[in-house]
């Protein structure tokens, strides 16, 4: 077994081979190890910097970390950026930047070791399987403390960890936060029909009568992965995705050139649900696939039509998770709407490394908290959800 001896820190996913990242547990398909997660694959790191969205000019400098053996093997990583904002990263600390600035401090740069624009959990100590996992994951989360001191950096920021790994952050000193999402899980449901046996009677009347409703008007529904995603259906999904983005975010995150690096390096771990009406597509959504999860991410439309985003996101995900035996979905950050089809309260959590003593008191405080009270809004909501509670339970 090679020992690890040294961390280096690299700026560009073009400077990392590829076959050597594909290596790491959970960063490739056919990993024995960890299902896939298509996030931390070097396809979807390198487009985000490529195709220019996630580069030293938007914010996101990239600082790398590796932990490579005396032969130069790469034996774990950590994508990390050191940032000059906080935008694109869905655990907001924007709070804590004002508060520590208006007490005369600096808070950026930071340093974010995230996927960037993307909530969803997945592995952030990337570690080789042959590798003992304990000291390289615990050699990551030091380097990325030393790494914030040697940039002068206010904090160092993971988020969306999975909650095997938080142990290994809260020995090295961050603080844990915790927040919430929604996820549909498969409980090796036949079909969509089957799932919906699970629900009270009013709920599943009410879910089968809107998906009726998203269809009226001709609307028919397409599922396009793999050769199918071809430069006219990417010109046409990013048409949807800068109307619906540009009115919700303002300056949506990720530009053309990025559909058409993944669409050429991951067209197999992509599903576009396209919404269609007289013979051309007016609403879509893209969904990211793992190993063992369809991860919902954006949606866009150029026309408005009831239910539509609720069929195109949350229930043709659902449809295809069954169908491809997939154990749940995560349909990206938020959005309480969920619950009501068939979607339940889930906690994500992220981990923070503090440099200034008054701050980290400051957050760790807010932070405890914080905890409860998702804690708590978690049980009551997964109370209310469209589950039937009893064996005679109709309504």
Same mark, same amino acid.
């Given at each position: 077994?090679?020992?690890?001896?040294?961390?280096?820190?690299?700026?560009?996913?073009?400077?990392?081979?590829?076959?050597?990242?594909?290596?790491?547990?959970?960063?490739?398909?056919?990993d024995?190890?960890?299902?896939?997660?298509?996030?931390?694959?070097?396809?979807?790191?390198?487009?985000?910097?490529?195709?220019?969205?996630?580069?030293?000019?938007?914010?996101?400098?990239?600082? +790398?970390?590796?932990?490579?053996?005396?032969d130069?093997?790469?034996?774990?990583?950590?994508?990390?950026?050191?940032?000059s904002?906080?935008?694109?990263?869905?655990?907001?600390?924007?709070?804590?930047?004002?508060?520590?600035?208006?007490?005369?401090?600096?808070?950026?740069?930071?340093?974010?070791?995230?996927?960037?624009?993307?909530?969803?959990?997945?592995?952030?100590?990337?570690?080789?399987?042959?590798?003992?996992?304990?000291?390289?994951?615990?050699?990551?989360?030091?380097?990325?403390?030393?790494?914030?001191?040697?940039?002068?950096?206010?904090?160092?920021?993971?988020?969306?960890?999975?909650?095997?790994?938080?142990?290994?952050?809260?020995?090295?000193?961050?603080?844990?936060?915790?927040?919430?999402?929604?996820?549909?899980?498969?409980?090796?449901?036949?079909? +969509?029909?089957?799932?919906?046996?699970?629900?009270?009677?009013?709920?599943?009347?009410?879910?089968?009568?809107?998906?009726?409703?998203?269809?009226? +008007?001709?609307?028919?529904?397409?599922?396009?992965?793999?050769?199918?995603?071809?430069?006219?259906?990417?010109?046409?999904?990013?048409?949807?995705?800068?109307?619906?983005?540009?009115?919700?975010?303002?300056?949506?995150?990720?530009?053309?050139?990025?559909?058409?690096?993944?669409?050429?390096?991951?067209?197999?771990?992509?599903?576009?649900?396209?919404a269609?009406?007289?013979?051309?597509?007016?609403?879509?959504?893209?969904?990211?696939?793992?190993?063992?999860?369809?991860?919902?991410?954006?949606?866009?439309?150029?026309?408005?039509?009831?239910?539509?985003?609720?069929?195109?996101?949350?229930?043709?995900?659902?449809?295809?998770?069954?169908?491809?035996?997939?154990?749940r979905?995560e349909?990206?950050?938020?959005?309480?709407?969920?619950?009501?089809?068939?979607?339940?309260?889930?906690?994500?959590?992220?981990?923070?490394?503090?440099?200034?003593p008054?701050?980290?008191?400051?957050?760790?405080?807010?932070?405890?908290?914080?905890r409860?009270?998702?804690?708590?809004?978690?049980?009551?909501?997964?109370?209310?959800?469209?589950?039937?509670?009893?064996?005679?339970?109709?309504?």
């Amino acid at each position: 077994m090679v020992e690890p001896v040294r961390i280096r820190v690299e700026t560009s996913f073009a400077d990392i081979a590829a076959d050597q990242w594909g290596r790491l547990a959970g960063a490739s398909r056919g990993d024995a190890h960890m299902p896939y997660n298509p996030f931390v694959s070097h396809a979807f790191l390198s487009s985000l910097e490529e195709s220019g969205c996630a580069t030293a000019e938007t914010g996101w400098l990239g600082q +790398h970390l590796l932990l490579e053996g005396d032969d130069g093997a790469i034996l774990g990583a950590l994508p990390a950026y050191l940032k000059s904002h906080s935008q694109g990263e869905y655990v907001f600390d924007h709070g804590w930047a004002d508060a520590f600035e208006r007490a005369g401090g600096r808070y950026y740069p930071k340093l974010q070791a995230a996927i960037p624009f993307t909530p969803a959990t997945g592995p952030r100590l990337l570690h080789r399987p042959d590798q003992p996992l304990i000291e390289t994951q615990s050699g990551l989360a030091e380097g990325l403390k030393e790494l914030a001191r040697r940039h002068g950096a206010s904090s160092a920021h993971v988020t969306f960890v999975p909650e095997q790994e938080m142990p290994i952050f809260e020995a090295a000193g961050y603080l844990h936060r915790t927040d919430q999402q929604f996820h549909f899980l498969n409980a090796g449901y036949g079909s +969509h029909d089957d799932f919906l046996e699970t629900l009270a009677s009013r709920k599943r009347k009410a879910l089968k009568k809107e998906r009726r409703a998203a269809l009226e +008007h001709g609307i028919s529904i397409d599922w396009l992965t793999g050769a199918a995603l071809t430069e006219e259906v990417w010109d046409q999904f990013f048409t949807f995705y800068m109307d619906t983005g540009s009115r919700k975010w303002g300056r949506p995150y990720l530009n053309r050139e990025f559909y058409s690096l993944i669409g050429e390096r991951m067209a197999d771990d992509i599903l576009l649900v396209m919404a269609k009406r007289n013979g051309r597509y007016v609403a879509g959504a893209i969904n990211f696939i793992g190993g063992d999860a369809l991860y919902g991410r954006h949606w866009g439309c150029i026309e408005d039509h009831p239910f539509l985003h609720f069929e195109v996101c949350y229930h043709q995900a659902i449809d295809f998770a069954i169908e491809k035996r997939l154990v749940r979905v995560e349909a990206g950050a938020q959005g309480e709407h969920k619950l009501a089809r068939g979607y339940l309260p889930a906690i994500t959590h992220s981990a923070h490394f503090i440099t200034h003593p008054g701050l980290r008191r400051a957050v760790a405080d807010y932070l405890e908290r914080e905890r409860r009270d998702v804690e708590t809004m978690g049980e009551y909501l997964a109370e209310h959800g469209p589950f039937r509670r009893g064996e005679n339970e109709s309504d």
